[in-house]
């Protein structure tokens, strides 16, 4: 087995709460050593030396939350492009929405991403079931099967559960099953013709607004269900201050639940729309800045526990069209990790806090491998340079689809180097 050892490193690992000068030590597709002791530790003698000159060590992200087209849409991102795309941005692991064509509602398409992952991409990428058959809501896919099958976590994507009844029954199947419900709300009336967030803003620019309280209201409805029922439950992506509120309230009596957000309700705000800009389309959508704001610090003080790209690749003749008709969605996966080092160059989270909801906390949370640079943990690792200047340019996006939200932005750190079970899969 191959050795490689980075030296002089930055090496950050929320998972034993380390950020500190070291040395990483990687043998076969294992983690050996990491961190400030592991400088005193001999190698074996023929072993791949880097020195990372200060660079930072980072466990590679898990993005909880990505879509792709295949099968069904392989034209928008096929498995083995996000893929690609992933390594370039740092992630290691993703866990992929049940949103394709037909759905993963069965076994057998689990198995098909499954396959077709370790065939065709470079990282870890772990199905998503749908909680209903079809995501129509209604009937209850076979959980215990899709779990046996690989399935990580149960979720509707895109989708909302309307029906009370039908969402509790899913989180006692799903508790007993001993797996995570991940759910995105939005309350389908109030929020049916509405483009971006409901605002003087959306009054200017004459677009119906999807109010805040089309989140909150499902929101809470779910978690008095998860409480009554005990069962583990992810607010799979929230976006407003009422939100953090109940999902901090909730954890404070006990409920078993977690709350995550898109990078894209991080970092920018209804502003960003602009004049139309279609790539800024979003669900849920761009909220006032002051939400944004509240986002931030509910990711600062634990109320939010994960951080993912929300990667959602749609084509150009989808996107091209009047703002309250285009498609909704934007990709992520290579701008994750620099998007969210604006909060970490800002002064406003710090840097281990940041590496945690991106890598640590999803993994965790999932049941997945990785997110730790612990020894014996597999070697899931990037090499970043945090200070390293970039810009965003459509022709360097990797992904099929490239409807970023970040387009033209100017970034502050770069992914040099991902490696997954010890192999190189990533290097500028």
Request: proline share 5%.
């Amino acid at each position: 087995m191959s050795v490689t050892v980075f030296t002089n490193a930055r090496v950050v690992d929320p998972s034993r709460g380390l950020d500190e000068t070291g040395t990483v030590i990687v043998d076969g597709d294992r983690i050996a050593a990491a961190g400030a002791a592991a400088q005193n530790q001999g190698y074996p003698e023929g072993a791949t030396v880097v020195d990372c000159g200060g660079r930072a060590i980072l466990p590679g992200l898990v993005d909880s939350r990505v879509f792709i087209g295949e099968p069904g849409a392989e034209h928008r991102e096929t498995i083995a492009s996000a893929g690609r795309a992933a390594a370039a941005g740092g992630v290691t692991s993703v866990i992929m929405m049940p949103d394709t064509s037909p759905v993963i509602d069965d076994v057998a398409l689990v198995e098909f991403v499954l396959r077709a992952a370790q065939e065709t991409s470079p990282i870890n990428i772990f199905p998503a079931a749908a909680v209903t058959k079809g995501l129509a809501g209604r009937e209850i896919s076979e959980f215990g099967l899709l779990r046996d099958a690989g399935a990580v976590v149960l979720t509707e994507g895109r989708h909302t559960i309307a029906n009370a009844s039908v969402m509790r029954r899913a989180l006692t199947y799903a508790r007993d099953m001993g797996m995570v419900i991940a759910h995105s709300t939005q309350d389908a009336d109030l929020s049916s013709s509405g483009v971006m967030n409901e605002g003087l803003l959306a009054s200017w620019l004459g677009l119906s607004g999807i109010p805040r309280e089309a989140e909150a209201i499902p929101l809470s409805r779910d978690l008095m269900l998860a409480a009554l029922t005990g069962s583990r439950y992810h607010a799979a992506e929230i976006s407003a201050a009422m939100s953090a509120a109940a999902i901090k309230r909730s954890k404070e009596e006990g409920s078993l639940v977690t709350a995550g957000i898109s990078i894209n309700n991080l970092c920018l705000n209804e502003n960003d729309v602009g004049e139309y800009r279609t790539f800024f389309r979003l669900s849920p959508p761009l909220r006032a800045e002051e939400d944004r704001l509240a986002m931030v610090e509910a990711v600062k003080d634990g109320t939010i526990d994960t951080v993912h790209s929300a990667h959602d690749p749609q084509d150009v003749d989808t996107k091209r069209l009047p703002f309250s008709e285009a498609a909704v969605g934007a990709i992520g996966l290579e701008t994750l990790l620099a998007a969210a080092l604006r909060l970490y160059h800002s002064g406003d989270v710090p840097l281990l806090r940041i590496v945690e909801v991106l890598s640590t906390a999803p993994a965790r949370l999932f049941g997945l491998p990785g997110g730790t640079l612990k020894p014996g943990a597999p070697a899931d690792l990037i090499l970043v340079d945090l200070d390293a200047p970039w810009i965003v340019r459509e022709e360097n996006i990797l992904s099929l689809s490239k409807n970023t939200a970040f387009e033209g932005a100017r970034m502050q750190g770069q992914v040099l180097q991902t490696m997954v079970a010890g192999r190189t899969v990533f290097t500028t």
